[in-house]
């Protein structure tokens, strides 16, 4: 169990410009999560993928943003055309499909928007 | 929708003393997990503890335990002897329990409550 890792742990980056982040998920994992804490909050739920399925998107994920996770294995994060309010820690989890089942996180991508 | 509220910001312990983190929660649901996590400066969330909503036995782990009151929603951290290591923000957390297979075990996190350990 190697934990889950996220890639990279900071991107500082200009308005405007397209952002990507990835997410690798503890092996046996067949559920992996994107949430989204910005400073003094908790994380917010975006999104999540059982194996290779999308199956449910948050308001919160706006058209500019994309989340894939090819062959059930690592996940990836776009957002496009970067603005001051998606500055924000990005964070990963992932964990069973059994209810109640703790979800294990990645050290998060903190983006920052120049 | 679910609504998680941890109301106290800031708090701060004595080492080896006691210290209680508070928890309430909103729901319409009668199954689901609560979780207590744990985020040290470092980042990482942590699992720190997990009840059932169905288990009327109080969780423990170690020096870590809850008092889960399912008719008032609350769902309150005790942390005994506490430690420099305790110093993190917690955050309390809720999951829904479905029986279901394909349900979204999504957490709704509260704001966290940042505790200090003083030596």
């Known amino acids: 169990d190697t934990g889950v890792s996220q890639d990279p742990r900071h991107k500082i980056t200009k308005r405007g410009q397209n952002v990507t982040f990835r997410c690798d998920p503890i092996?046996?994992?067949?559920?992996l999560y994107w949430y989204r804490q910005t400073l003094g909050q908790g994380p917010e739920f975006l999104t999540y993928?059982?194996?290779?399925?999308?199956?449910?998107k948050s308001r919160l994920l706006s058209d500019r943003f994309s989340a894939e996770r090819p062959k059930g294995s690592f996940s990836t994060l776009e957002i496009q055309r970067t603005e001051q309010g998606d500055s924000a820690m990005y964070l990963c989890?992932?964990?069973?499909?059994?209810?109640?089942?703790?979800?294990?996180f990645g050290d998060g991508t903190r983006l920052s928007i120049l | 929708a679910q609504t998680v509220t941890q109301s106290q910001p800031e708090m701060s312990v004595q080492e080896a003393e006691t210290v209680t983190l508070s928890c309430t929660y909103d729901?319409?649901?009668?199954?689901?997990?609560l979780f207590w996590y744990k985020q040290p400066p470092s980042r990482q969330m942590i699992l720190v503890i997990r009840?059932?909503?169905?288990?009327?036995q109080n969780a423990t782990e170690n020096r870590f335990s809850v008092n889960f009151q399912k008719a008032a929603k609350s769902f309150s951290l005790k942390i005994s002897d506490s430690q420099l290591g305790d110093a993190a923000m917690y955050f309390c957390?809720?999951?829904?329990?479905?029986?279901?297979?394909?349900?979204?075990?999504?957490?709704?996190f509260g704001k966290g409550t940042l505790l200090t350990v003083n030596p």
């Open positions: 957390a809720y999951s829904p329990n479905s029986k279901w297979g394909g349900s979204n075990y999504k957490l709704t």
């Open positions: 989890a992932s964990s069973l499909e059994v209810s109640g089942q703790p979800q294990h």
């Open positions: 729901t319409s649901e009668s199954d689901y997990y």
């Open positions: 993928f059982q194996n290779e399925a999308q199956l449910e």
């Open positions: 092996s046996e994992h067949n559920r």
């Open positions: 009840q059932e909503a169905y288990k009327q």
